[in-house]
């Protein structure tokens, strides 16, 4: 007897039956669905990671923006306290050096960038190493401290999105001086940018600034930096771009410096839940004001990468993702040191960092970064597709 006859005996007394068949049917056209979809996506996957190393991008080019969580050294360059230029920063990056990347290796846009195929990294774009043909495969604007209002980014002399928008202008001009307009414009439209900011609004401002906090509540507050949003990715799609992707906030409350500035007396081990909330509540607006400028802009393909949920996941179930440690941070006391305040001197910080879910009190470590950028490639397909 065989596969079919096997199948089709135990159902035969109910294939005549129209309600037994019609469920059938219906069974199985959901799998095929769901077979289809996931067929689909693994596809994409694998011509993702069949670019990487080849020498031949998925996209010409891909351009960051935002703040520390992305920044890879404009702040070097900068006369600002917001540095990570120095170790312990770096040490498990490329040749062990800190090159201003707030993590001890690589950031979750390293890994996108390999992911993508490229072969090096986005230059920052203050650095020496921004020009001539290290342009033509993007470039790196992010600078820490900086936020959607640009009054976070002057407070800590960082740059602002403004600037960093006004950057990215002049960097269009670099490159199209160098392959041409028509060529140029291909790259812009081709490339992929990446937005990550909006916690130094929060952590570094709102929650710390009497006047702001009195003026506004969090809801307020968040409704009030949708509209820089806006406006940014709006010029974005006027010079060209047409693929952007923007992070959503991350589960504040569970950063080790939130837990430390601003969890309850005497309990420093629980995530604070009014921070998250508070995240939460943004992540939806961020979401909803997205869907609008989609709708509003032909041919923009708008990504809100959820950052909140792969993060929170590992804070609050640091062993079942292969940690052992969420509270703390490597870094010093692991509690709220960073950039100054984590340096090679900070006593106490940890041996190995890839058992830490954080590296300092505000910014994931590398293993912690690879974890959030495989949840991005997948939430990225729509942007390469």
């Known amino acids: 007897m065989n ?22 049917l219906h069974y199985f056209k959901q799998k095929m669905k769901m077979f289809i979809i996931m067929l689909m996506t693994f ?69 996108t960038a390999e992911s993508l195929g490229f072969t ?9 190493e921004a020009n001539g043909t290290n342009l033509l495969t993007g470039a790196n604007f992010a600078s820490g401290a900086s936020g959607y209002d640009d009054g976070t980014a002057i407070f800590y002399n960082a740059i ?27 790259i812009f439209s081709g490339a992929i940018h990446l937005l990550s900011t909006g916690s130094s609004d929060f952590l ?26 806006s406006t940014f990715v709006q010029n974005l799609y006027d010079l060209g771009a047409r693929k952007i992707g923007v992070t959503t ?34 992540n939806t607006k961020l979401n909803n004001t997205s869907m609008n400028l989609t709708n509003n802009l032909p041919g923009l393909k708008l ?16 062993v079942e993702n292969g940690f052992f440690e969420s509270r703390r941070a490597c870094c010093g006391t692991g ?16 041996s190995n960092a890839t058992n830490y879910v954080f590296w300092d009190g505000f910014h994931p470590s590398e293993a912690a970064n690879r974890v959030i950028a495989n949840n991005l490639l997948v939430q990225g397909i729509p942007l390469i597709s």
């Open 160 to 186: 602002t999105l403004n600037q960093q928008l006004k950057n990215y202008k002049e960097y269009q001009n670099k490159v199209t001086n160098i392959v041409g307009s028509e060529r140029a414009n291909k």
């Open 249 to 282: 906030l991350p589960p504040l409350g569970c950063l080790p410096a939130a837990i430390t500035l601003f969890g309850e007396t005497g309990n420093n081990n629980t995530c604070v839940e009014r921070l998250n909330q508070d995240a939460v509540s943004f």
């Open 335 to 350: 509690t709220v040191e960073t950039s100054f305040l984590c340096n090679a001197r900070s006593v106490g910080t940890c």
């Open 43 to 111: 596809s994409v996957i694998a011509c993702f990671y069949a670019g990487v190393g080849t020498g031949e991008p998925l996209v010409p080019a891909l351009i960051i923006m935002g703040d520390s969580v992305v920044d890879a050294g404009n702040n070097n360059r900068l006369n600002t306290l917001i540095k990570a230029n120095f170790p312990p920063y770096g040490r498990d990056f490329l040749a062990h050096n800190a090159t201003g990347r707030f993590s001890n290796g690589k950031l979750a846009t390293d890994f």
């Open 120 to 128: 090096s990294y986005p230059v920052p774009y203050l650095s020496q």
């Open 3 to 24: 596969v079919i006859s096997l199948i089709y005996l135990p159902l035969k007394p109910y294939l005549f039956t129209h309600s037994y068949l019609y469920l059938l």
């Open 204 to 229: 570094q401002s709102y929650y710390i600034n009497p006047i702001l906090n009195r003026i506004f509540t969090p809801d307020q507050y968040s409704d009030r930096l949708m509209k820089p949003y």
């Open 303 to 318: 990504v809100v990468f959820d950052i909140y949920n792969p993060l929170l996941n590992m804070a609050m179930n640091p």
